[in-house]
């Protein structure tokens, strides 16, 4: 599979694409005897992975360093896993950051249609702190 081919299936630019190969987000990939990518079933994997995990928030260094510990063979399962376990704890946190963020904007978009219908808006006082 060209670069062209991948870049559209997952929707991202070559220059992302090639990024990741660099910093290593993704192993090396393949060239045919032209010297050109050649994408094979294995690195679309890869890429999804790499896509999903930064789509969560996870930092490029860990996936560069999740690449690293596969690459160095089954004995690095635990730390493997280590750095997972790491990694949802940062989406965790994340959505957390997220939920709170949408319940105020839930709150406010409640305030604001209410105030559409009446011509006034009143705010909650128990809700008034960090939401206006």
Known sequence: MTIKEVCGQFH??????RYYE??????????TAGGIRNYTEEDL???QNA???????????MIIEY???FQQGDDT???????????????LAAREKY????????YKIKK?????????????QEQVKGVL
């Open 22 to 31: 660099r910093v290593g987000a993704i192993p090396e990939i393949g060239r």
């Open 45 to 47: 994997k890869w890429i």
């Open 12 to 17: 991202i630019t070559a220059d992302t694409l």
């Open 77 to 91: 399962f635990e730390a493997r896993c280590s750095l997972l376990k790491e990694a949802r704890e940062e989406v």
């Open 99 to 106: 939920d709170k963020a949408l319940e105020k904007l839930n």
């Open 67 to 69: 690449v690293k510990l």
């Open 112 to 124: 604001y249609e209410e105030a559409v219908k009446t011509g006034i808006l009143v705010w909650d």
């Open 51 to 61: 896509l999903c995990l930064r789509g969560a928030g996870v930092p490029v260094e």
